[in-house]
């Protein structure tokens, strides 16, 4: 088959999919639905393999064409095309891996939902709208992938739409999204304002051109365009990759069924964010104020919110605030130029990741939909396969030695180390001390459902058991990568140059390129290595600590809170950003509404001006009515006042 | 070989076609629906048949008809289309099927409803039609007859203030208009708007003529302030009287302003565009926060209305600011084209709302979206299409909503960094009235009983969302016919409208 139809077919045939479970569910059924949409996912997996194949071992050159043209004006053309190349194929082959293995799952764990075939039709349209996003060559077609993938995550997280929290958050996430936009849409804007061009390749052709260029927003201050641009872009992808202050709708996007929580909010679309910014990367490769930027932002996201993690008690919330810290260490990497090795995180962590949601889901179940890690414990027991699971899930996480997020994060650490730029200073401190931060946090998790006494009810305790295979095979699936995938691509991919064709770093910002001595003896030397490096003695700090008051003390928990509790209320409150939101912001716009409501249209324009008018047409025609008095001496006494008047006027004005 | 005069039929066959609906209604009164119905298919259908004939290539007036009507003040009876004029009158004849499927269910006089509809839809394609100045204004002023019957006969208990507000308002308008209109004739001693296009005017009669335009074009648009009119107009209008409104006379205001303001009065325009920016920027901010604030499905989107006819109005004045501040022309076209686009799209997407509005209506009788809550679970497939259109109208990419924002977007940075932030407003409000909407009134736990006995979408219903979720995600996913039809026309109109036309310039 050709390759451009091969390409064509792999968006798709979810996107059919999608069309057949929703628009004709009650007719294929419950088993139909399933089918259909994961037989479309498997398919579109398997081609996007092949693809895989073919660029990175076959040498398929970089294909960059257009499938249709969306609009032709003034010049300027729109169009929805496609560019394949490394990086690209990398998106296609996790994002269709990742949605393979949910649906699966979704087979067990969405089993009694009334919604069955809804559920479906969502997260093939899901795959659909990432696979468009990965696979544009051009900011049109990014935009809409961009804003498909929040649709429906929003239709996800409010797929219990009955729920008033689930449509609470789905309304939150829209709109904080919609903030990053905003930035995005401007970024995109001044793209074509100062490219000409909606097309990557093009504009990237222009960027040397763009660097002396400058705007002037306000009256005597001038920023370079690119910088300008670059943090338009960025601050779009801090919506959608939920970066400080912009994070606030992913935890409680937790209230979606689990599975999306693990493919939407967790592997794939919150990684958007990620993913552009390397795409684009010949563009901010030419701002480094706006990369300084992206490695504050992100170092603020790694560390603070890994400690939210910390005093979550609902176990999807951990890992919730667990995928924020993540997603700062890979904003963190872009920020110090180390895009591949930012991709290369967002790929080991979308299994990792992905293993942990449906780990936690998978216990959700067992417990009959209870969430609450206070009433857990001691379920390693029960779950044998789960807690097994999410043991290598965590560890991959805490970046133990040969587990691919040990590749991955401690190459994001030795970057952070080699770079420099303003804001590196903090940024080390920060994926530092995240490091301890994600071990605390992690074994805290585990320790708090799979071991120690057991503190669920009577009933509950006696129905749990281990999940259905559906469930379970997709949690294996998901564990052989989260332990193996680093291990066998680190070299390749970072220092073999295999995403050499889809990202550009300029020669003195290149520090991946200085960390390549480090593999010389290959990835098991520099596995072996890493219990000798402090990162891994700070990740066994957090898992002592975790162990010493989780495992062996229950009650110190309890003591340390008290101990710290200033700090814990800061913890617990989420930094007060949710309450500035929602008393500061929301509150406020909906009182500026009403009163722009009330007081302007109300009062001004039409309480003033239009009755007001009509009010005074209305007096006027009274007073004009009084003069039409019927006498007729009142008539004659006034036209003649008129003609005096008129003959004065001429007689003054000639 | 003889033509069929394809305009002249798409404006008096649905007059006639009324006529002969009102004839049988006493006879036949069975047949006054069907017949009403095959009327606006086949004026439909002739517009394709105008599409279909369409040369995309040029800017020149198509179809022309021109025979004399008033021979005394070289008055003509002048039809023609370009690419402005065609995309609303394809609209017009597609929202007029619409309207007729709507209007099906009406018990009261339906034969005088459904006649005022139709004469309504040919009243206003004379309007898109029309290239003498004096027959434009005629079919203009005639519209606000259907419109205020439609209104005062079968609106709500409030109808009376509301179509005396609504004629007063345009009426108040067109008379500047009317003064504009017999100015320009002394000058040139044409009423032919082409001719008007060419005619060279002092830059302060330019002013005055601009002016008065304005004020006729702005009520109809509504632009702020004085938009006051149409809320209230929408909250006592029936369905179908909504969604003509919103759909297409709307657009009429726009249209004026591609037809005379910009051509007749380039230097005037250009002198003034701070004006028509500067409104067009508060009714996309100013107006979005006003219709978060709305309690009234309808009001709310009323207001969303104003706030979506902003970008209109801004993308067709970006031209001056763009070759001011750039020196150059590029985004001028595309600020025109975002806006006529954006003009189609609102015609689908308000008027699929306000259908959706009358379903809940229908059912309840209350436009309160306190009365609501969990409509999603009685009517899930009712909820899907309303989703879609909130969706759409919040400019979602994808559908037609997103197409006309974009480009306007983009053409606005051209102007000017702060144009185009203060336009980027509307994706965040834009999102948040309409979502909000949705929340409270689709989701949730069914809120009462009357939301607990709601029955889904009816098979009219069906067709009536499914041909305009067709044209909103066709729009939205491949705006190319649209865009291409209007291309020659705008770059043309761009050319003219940079070239003074102060005499001796």
Same mark, same amino acid.
Not at chain 1, 59 to 73: E, G, I, Q, R
Not at chain 1, 76 to 101: C, K, N, W, Y
Not at chain 2, 483 to 503: D, P, R, T, W, Y
């Given at each position: 088959m050709h390759i451009e139809s091969v390409l064509l077919l792999i968006p798709l045939l979810p996107l059919a999919g999608c069309l057949i479970a929703g628009l004709f569910g009650r007719l294929v059924g419950r088993a139909g639905a399933h089918w259909v949409t994961i037989l479309a996912v498997a398919a579109s997996f398997g081609l996007s393999s092949y693809v895989a194949w073919e660029v990175f071992f076959?040498?398929?050159? #970089?294909?960059?064409?257009?499938?249709? %043209?969306?609009?032709?004006?003034?010049?300027?053309?729109?169009?929805?095309?496609?560019?394949?190349?490394?990086?690209?194929?990398?998106?296609?082959?996790? *994002?269709?891996?990742?949605?393979?293995?949910?649906?699966?799952?979704?087979?067990?764990?969405?089993?009694?939902?009334?919604?069955?075939?809804?559920?479906? =039709?969502?997260?093939?349209?899901?795959?659909?709208?990432?696979?468009?996003?990965?696979?544009?060559?051009?900011?049109?077609?990014?935009?809409?992938?961009w804003e498909a993938v929040?649709? #429906?995550?929003?239709?996800?997280?409010?797929? +219990?739409?009955?729920?008033?929290?689930?449509? &609470?958050?789905?309304?939150?996430?829209?709109?904080?999204? &919609?903030?990053?936009?905003?930035?995005?849409?401007?970024?995109?804007?001044?793209v074509v304002v100062y490219a000409g061009s909606l097309d990557?390749? %093009?504009?990237?052709?222009? *960027?040397?051109?763009?660097?002396?260029?400058?705007?002037?927003?306000?009256?005597?201050?001038?920023?370079?365009? @690119?910088?300008?641009?670059?943090?338009?872009?960025?601050?779009?992808?801090?919506?959608?990759?939920?970066? #400080?202050?912009?994070?606030? +709708? @992913?935890?409680?996007?937790? !209230?979606?069924?689990?599975?999306?929580? =693990?493919?939407?909010?967790?592997?794939?679309?919150?990684?958007? /964010?990620?993913?552009?910014? $390397?795409?684009?990367?010949?563009?901010?490769?030419?701002?480094?104020?706006a990369l300084s930027f992206i490695l504050v932002i992100g170092a603020i996201t790694a560390l603070f919110m890994g400690l939210v993690g910390i005093v979550q008690t609902d176990i999807k919330r951990v890992v919730a605030y667990s995928t924020l810290s993540q997603l700062g260490y890979m904003t963190v990497a872009l920020g110090v130029s180390a895009y591949s090795v930012a991709i290369f995180h967002l790929m080991t962590h979308a299994f990792f990741k992905a293993l942990l949601f449906l780990a936690a889901?998978? #216990?959700?179940?067992?417990?009959?939909?209870?969430?609450?890690? &206070?009433?857990?414990?001691?379920?390693?027991?029960? @779950?044998?396969?789960?807690?097994?699971?999410?043991?290598?899930?965590?560890?991959?996480?805490?970046?133990?030695?040969?587990?691919? /997020?040990?590749?991955?994060?401690?190459?994001?650490?030795?970057?952070?180390?080699?770079?420099?730029?303003? /804001?590196? $200073?903090?940024?080390?401190?920060?994926?530092?001390?995240?490091?301890?931060?994600?071990?605390?946090?992690?074994? &805290?998790?585990?320790?708090?459902?799979?071991?120690?006494?057991?503190?669920?009810?009577?009933?509950?305790?006696?129905?749990?058991?281990?999940?259905?295979?559906?469930?379970t095979v997709p949690l294996i699936l998901l564990a052989i990568p989260s332990v193996l995938i680093g291990y066998f691509t680190v070299v390749p991919l970072l220092f073999g140059g295999a995403l050499a064709d889809a990202i550009f770093v300029r020669e003195a910002h290149d520090v991946v390129a200085r960390l390549a001595y480090k593999f010389e003896d290959g990835p098991f030397a520099f596995g072996l290595h890493g219990f000798l490096t402090p990162v891994f003695w700070?990740?066994?700090?957090?898992?002592?600590?975790?162990? +010493?008051?989780? @495992?062996?003390?229950?009650?110190?928990?309890?003591?340390?809170?008290?101990?710290l509790l200033p700090l814990w209320k800061i913890l617990d409150n989420k930094y007060g950003f949710d309450d500035f939101y929602i008393k500061g912001v929301t509150a406020g716009t909906l009182k500026l509404s009403s009163g722009l409501s009330s007081r302007g249209d109300g009062q001004i324009i039409d309480g003033w001006l239009v009755n007001g008018s009509a009010r005074l047409v209305g007096r006027v025609s009274a007073a004009v009515r009084t003069l039409q008095s019927g006498f007729v001496f009142h008539y004659a006494f006034a036209m003649i006042i008129g003609l005096v008047a008129m003959l004065a006027s001429f007689v003054l004005l000639r | 070989m003889f033509e069929w005069p394809l305009l002249s039929l798409l404006v008096w066959l649905p007059i006639f076609g009324a006529a002969a609906v009102v004839a049988i209604a006493s006879g036949m009164p069975k047949l006054v629906r069907p017949l009403a119905l095959a009327v606006a298919v086949l004026t439909f259908l002739l517009s394709l048949v105008l599409y279909a004939g369409f040369d995309v290539s040029t800017a020149a007036m198509q179809f022309e008809e021109r025979s004399v009507w008033i021979e005394a003040f070289n008055i003509h009876y002048h039809l023609g289309v370009d690419g402005l004029s065609l995309p609303l009158i394809l609209l017009t004849t597609l929202i007029g099927v619409l309207i007729i499927i709507g209007g099906w269910t009406i018990q009261d006089r339906p034969h005088l409803y459904l006649a005022s509809f139709l004469v309504l839809q040919g009243l206003t394609v004379g309007v898109f039609a029309a290239l003498d100045a004096l027959l434009f204004y005629v079919f203009f002023e005639a519209m606000l007859v259907p419109m205020f019957l439609i209104i005062g006969i079968w609106g709500g208990p409030n109808r009376i203030y509301a179509t005396i507000k609504f004629f007063l308002f345009t009426f108040f308008g067109s008379v500047f208009m009317l003064i504009a209109l017999l100015w320009l004739y002394l000058q040139s001693g044409s009423f032919a708007i082409l001719d008007l296009h060419q005619l060279p005017i002092a830059l302060n009669a330019q002013i005055l003529i601009f002016l008065a335009f304005l004020i006729a074009f702005a009520v109809k648009v509504p632009m702020w302030p004085v938009h006051t009119w149409l809320p209230d107009a929408h909250v006592e209008a029936p369905t179908g009287g909504s969604v003509v409104l919103a759909a297409v006379m709307l657009k009429i205001g726009g249209y004026g302003l591609v037809r005379f303001s910009l051509p007749i009065t380039p230097d005037a325009a250009a002198a003034l565009d701070w004006l028509v920016i500067g409104l067009s920027l508060v009714a996309i901010a100013y107006i979005g926060f006003v219709a978060l604030a709305q309690s009234d499905m309808k009001k709310l989107i009323a207001y969303s209305s104003i706030s979506h006819m902003g970008f209109v109005t801004l993308g067709l004045f970006l031209a001056f600011a763009i070759s001011r501040n750039t020196g150059d022309v590029t985004g001028a076209g595309l600020g025109i084209t975002g806006g006529m686009v954006q003009m189609i799209s609102h015609g689908f997407i308000s008027g699929a709302m306000f259908l959706a509005v009358g379903v809940l209506y229908d059912r309840v009788h209350s436009r309160e979206i306190s009365s609501y809550g969990g409509v999603a679970n009685t009517m899930p497939w009712f909820a899907m299409f309303a989703v879609l259109f909130f969706m759409a109208n919040s400019g979602l990419p994808g559908t037609s909503g997103f197409v006309g924002e974009f480009m306007v977007i983009l053409a606005a940075f051209h102007a000017s960094f702060w144009f185009a932030f203060v336009a980027g407003i509307t994706l965040l409000l834009g999102a948040a009235y309409s979502l909000w909407l949705v929340k409270r009134v689709f989701y949730g736990e069914i809120a009462n009983n009357a939301v607990a006995g709601l029955k889904d979408l009816s098979a009219? !219903?069906?067709?009536?969302?499914?041909?305009?979720?067709?044209?909103?995600? /066709? *729009?939205?996913?491949?705006?190319?016919?649209?865009?291409?039809?209007?291309?020659?026309?705008?770059?043309?109109?761009?050319?003219?409208?940079?070239?003074?036309?102060?005499?001796?310039s």
């Open positions: 076959n040498d398929l050159p #970089v294909l960059n064409y257009s499938v249709y %043209t969306w609009a032709v004006t003034d010049g300027l053309r729109f169009e929805i095309g496609f560019l394949v190349d490394s990086l690209t194929a990398l998106m296609m082959v996790v *994002v269709t891996f990742v949605s393979l293995m949910v649906h699966i799952y979704t087979v067990g764990y969405m089993h009694d939902d009334p919604g069955y075939q809804r559920f479906f =039709a969502y997260i093939n349209l899901f795959t659909f709208a990432m696979l468009m996003l990965v696979m544009a060559n051009n900011f049109l077609q990014l935009f809409f992938g929040g649709v #429906v995550s929003y239709l996800l997280i409010g797929f +219990w739409f009955r729920k008033d929290s689930a449509v &609470r958050a789905n309304l939150k996430a829209f709109l904080v999204n &919609r903030a990053g936009d905003f930035g995005l849409i401007l970024g995109v804007a001044a990557y390749a %093009t504009v990237f052709a222009a *960027v040397p051109a763009m660097e002396g260029q400058t705007i002037s927003l306000f009256p005597g201050t001038e920023w370079s365009i @690119l910088t300008f641009i670059c943090i338009c872009l960025f601050i779009g992808a801090m919506g959608k990759s939920a970066q #400080v202050p912009l994070h606030v +709708w @992913l935890p409680d996007s937790m !209230e979606g069924p689990t599975p999306i929580s =693990a493919l939407i909010h967790a592997a794939t679309m919150v990684t958007a /964010g990620i993913f552009m910014v $390397a795409r684009l990367s010949p563009m901010f490769e030419a701002s480094v104020p889901g998978s #216990v959700i179940i067992a417990l009959h939909h209870k969430q609450d890690l &206070r009433q857990m414990g001691g379920l390693a027991k029960y @779950l044998p396969i789960t807690a097994a699971t999410a043991w290598l899930g965590s560890l991959a996480l805490i970046g133990f030695p040969f587990f691919s /997020g040990f590749y991955s994060k401690d190459l994001i650490i030795e970057a952070v180390k080699l770079a420099d730029r303003p /804001g590196v $200073a903090f940024a080390t401190f920060a994926v530092y001390a995240g490091v301890v931060i994600t071990a605390l946090y992690s074994f &805290r998790m585990l320790y708090l459902a799979f071991h120690g006494p057991t503190r669920m009810d009577e009933a509950t305790r006696a129905h749990a058991h281990e999940s259905p295979w559906v469930v700070l990740a066994m700090l957090g898992v002592g600590l975790a162990t +010493w008051i989780y @495992l062996f003390n229950p009650g110190m928990a309890e003591t340390v809170k008290q101990r | 009219r !219903e069906w067709l009536l969302m499914t041909i305009l979720a067709v044209f909103v995600l /066709g *729009v939205g996913i491949w705006p190319f016919p649209l865009i291409e039809m209007m291309e020659a026309s705008v770059a043309n109109l761009v050319e003219h409208i940079l070239q003074s036309k102060v005499e001796g």
